[in-house]
């Protein structure tokens, strides 16, 4: 990116990530998100996504420092020479997804979910979904823990525990993963374009109940689920040369 002159850092209460914020704006200064040309996050990957989520409205990009546990979408933390990294920083655009969830008595929740929007059983016995793309319905009954929608910056988090592919960060494309298919068996899940509308029917949901889960929301009681892909939103994520998120996504398959 061009000029990173003013910072704006934002911290996860974590220990290490207050103590590096202090440090950094002592150094670098502070500026509002609004006023920036860049805005830092310090912490973890979970933070990160709280970052995206809160900064949607400002037109700045977001270059993460791991101070957490999970560091995919960060970079090393280094107090010296951030000014020459972020100015050298290479840039990968992600949209996340858009949810709306129905329940049993007619109201709806939305939301957006950067990595995937997952739907799990609340009770003992396993869900049964009936899952339809772009108005059809493309599988009848998935008997399964769970099933998930994942976009290219989160096909390596849930979805790849869940033995879901890695996408690259520039495909167009959605990843559909069951989680513990039982029927069909040996169900691999299914990759969409990205411009496609998936929708998930509850079945049975008053003896199997299911919840859906976004980045920051979670719905209990679920009986439709409808997910596509939010072009309309960009977040826009800083990564040091060599390191970019699309060379991650590849390096994690080949480890």
């Not at 929608?149 to 390596?156: E, I, K, R």
């Not at 494309?173 to 069909?184: G, I, K």
């Amino acid at each position: 990116m061009p000029a990173a002159r003013n910072i704006c850092f934002m911290a996860s209460p974590a220990a290490d990530a207050q103590e590096a914020l202090a440090a950094l704006t002592a150094r670098y200064g502070q500026f509002a998100p609004q006023n920036a040309d860049v805005i830092v996050a310090l912490g973890g990957d979970g933070f990160m996504l709280q970052t995206l989520h809160g900064s949607m409205g400002v037109d700045a990009p977001v270059y993460g420092m791991n101070r957490g546990t999970v560091g995919f979408l960060m970079n090393e933390y280094a107090e010296d020479g951030l000014i020459g990294r972020l100015e050298a920083a290479e840039e990968a655009v992600t949209h996340p997804l858009k949810m709306t969830a129905w329940t049993a008595d007619g109201s709806s929740v939305e939301a957006l979910a950067i990595n995937e929007v997952s739907l799990l059983r609340e009770g003992a016995q396993a869900a049964k979904l009936r899952i339809s793309v772009d108005g059809r319905v493309r599988m009848d009954e998935l008997v399964c823990d769970g099933c998930l929608v994942a976009t290219p910056a989160g096909s390596t988090a849930y979805n790849y525990s869940a033995h879901g592919p890695i996408l690259p960060i520039g495909s167009d494309v959605l990843a559909v993963t069951a989680m513990a298919a039982f029927r069909p068996r040996r169900w691999r899940g299914a990759l969409l374009p990205s411009r496609a509308v998936v929708r998930f029917d509850v079945l049975q949901h008053e003896k199997r109940p299911v919840r859906a889960d976004t980045d920051s929301r979670s719905v209990s009681g679920v009986v439709r689920v409808d997910i596509y892909s939010e072009t309309a939103i960009s977040h826009r994520l800083l990564f040091d040369p060599g390191h970019g998120l699309e060379e991650r996504l590849l390096r994690e398959q080949f480890t």
